[in-house]
């Protein structure tokens, strides 16, 4: 791995956090380079699977990507790139949302297919001391 591929990604992880303290969604400047590109689908799909595999079935029964967005401070159009490039894109009415027909086993089976490691956070976002301003 080369250095500049960790500061890139030490950079996304750390925009992402602290757009998630600031309770706002973010999302790449556009234009974006593929080499740039693959790193942010990459990054999305690890908070996403470390979202999902934190959660309850009962929980994750209940998400929608407006849920997702929140919690992970990655804009929705975002995640829905991520979630179909994962196979996990698959919606249902329940009441007035649409909620993701995802399962435990469904994550699983991506993450064997994939052999995607996203068990340990990429950097400690704990050391970072910072607070948004109002």
Same mark, same amino acid.
């Given at each position: 791995? !080369?250095? *500049? ?6 950079? +996304?992880?750390? &925009?992402?956090? #602290? $757009?998630?303290?600031? !309770?706002?969604?973010? $999302? ?8 740039? %590109? ?5 990054? *999305?799909?690890?908070? #996403?699977? %470390? ?8 929980? @994750? $029964? ?5 849920? #997702?967005?929140?919690?992970?401070? @990655? ?7 991520? +979630? %179909?490039?994962?196979? #996990?894109?698959? +919606?249902?009415?329940?009441?007035? %949302? ?8 469904? @994550? ?6 994939? &052999?995607?490691? *996203?068990? !340990?956070?990429? +950097? ?5 001391? *910072?607070?948004? !301003?109002?």
């Amino acid at each position: 791995e !080369r250095i *500049w591929e960790v500061v890139d990604r030490a950079e +996304l992880v750390y &925009g992402y956090e #602290l $757009s998630k303290r600031e !309770r706002k969604v973010g $999302s790449p400047e556009e234009p974006i380079s593929q080499m740039a %590109r693959h790193a942010y689908m990459s990054y *999305w799909r690890k908070a #996403l699977l %470390r979202t999902f595999c934190h959660a309850s079935d009962e929980q @994750i $029964s209940t998400f929608n990507v407006e849920d #997702l967005s929140q919690m992970t401070a @990655i804009q929705v159009n975002d995640i829905n790139t991520a +979630l %179909r490039y994962m196979g #996990l894109s698959k +919606l249902c009415k329940k009441g007035t %949302r649409n909620t993701l027909v995802i399962t435990k086993d469904m @994550i699983m089976e991506y993450v064997t297919k994939s &052999g995607e490691k *996203w068990e !340990r956070p990429e +950097l400690n976002v704990s050391l970072l001391v *910072w607070e948004p !301003r109002d």
